[in-house]
């Protein structure tokens, strides 16, 4: 079965991607224990997109956070490379521009939009999967309005050293025995596991952030620090 590796191969995580697309909202479901609808709330409420802004979800795979935005009144762009999970999200939706969500196919390395284009954008447990961060960051930096505003949210680390080595563990043998009773690609959960150990911690990030020229850079933990926000904002 197809499946990345840590060196983030775009081709080997598109096409991972495509393979478990078909229930990767049911498996988010079940391997979080309900607790994703707790961490999408959150950052909705952090993005705090509002009737008329244009929001960048990118890596947006089907589109779920996407469609909380569109809620709000937000217009929505859904931007991916992996076909098969964004066609999911357009058939969820009903079409490829529906419901205040537009799909748009891109690279998060080279983001197929304007300098200045969105009010905020945000990325929900996709930065982890792209082989340069730094270059993704730099990319939304670029394409976010000068007062505009990020969004992250990714799988973290709990601040106790032990702890997070054990919940590492735990994952990294639980993840794909569960994904086996749901998934067509289980093998994409033993990457799942892999890439959240080998992520940077949350300072870290936060560190990153700064240095490719984001601002006001903050962080919050969500359920202890299994995942955590970060928000910051372009100033110039
Ligand atoms: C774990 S899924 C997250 C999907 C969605 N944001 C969510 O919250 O459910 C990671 C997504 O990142 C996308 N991705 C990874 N690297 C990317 C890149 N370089 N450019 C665009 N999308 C990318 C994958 O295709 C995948 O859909």
């Not at 905020?120 to 270059?135: M, P």
């Not at 949350?202 to 560190?207: D, E, F, M, S």
Request: hydrophobic residues 45%; charged residues 25%.
């Amino acid at each position: 079965m197809t499946r990345a590796e840590l060196d983030k191969d775009p081709r080997d995580v598109a096409a991972m991607f495509d393979t478990i697309a078909g229930r990767y909202d049911l498996l988010n479901s079940v391997l979080s224990l309900g607790r994703e609808r707790h961490w999408r709330r959150a950052v909705v409420n952090a993005v705090d997109a509002y009737s008329g802004e244009l929001v960048l979800d990118l890596a947006a795979g089907t589109g779920t956070s996407s469609e909380s935005f569109a809620r709000r009144g937000a217009r929505v762009i859904a931007c991916d490379f992996s076909l098969g999970m964004l066609r999911v999200g357009a058939l969820r939706r009903g079409g490829a521009s529906r419901r205040g969500v537009t799909v748009v196919a891109g690279d998060a390395l080279n983001l197929p939009f304007a300098d200045e284009t969105f009010d905020a954008v945000t990325v929900s447990f996709g930065l982890r999967n792209v082989n340069d961060v730094d270059r993704a960051l730099a990319e939304l930096l670029r394409v976010t309005r000068v007062g505009g505003r990020l969004v992250i949210c990714e799988f973290s680390h709990l601040p106790v050293r032990p702890l997070d080595r054990l919940l590492g563990r735990g994952m990294e043998i639980g993840l794909p025995l569960v994904a086996r009773g749901f998934s067509d690609n289980p093998d994409a959960y033993a990457y799942l596991s892999e890439s959240i150990a080998a992520w940077p911690d949350q300072p870290t990030l936060a560190g990153r952030l700064q240095e490719v020229g984001w601002s006001r850079v903050a962080w919050r933990n969500l359920t202890f620090g299994v995942v955590a926000l970060h928000r910051a904002h372009r100033e110039r």
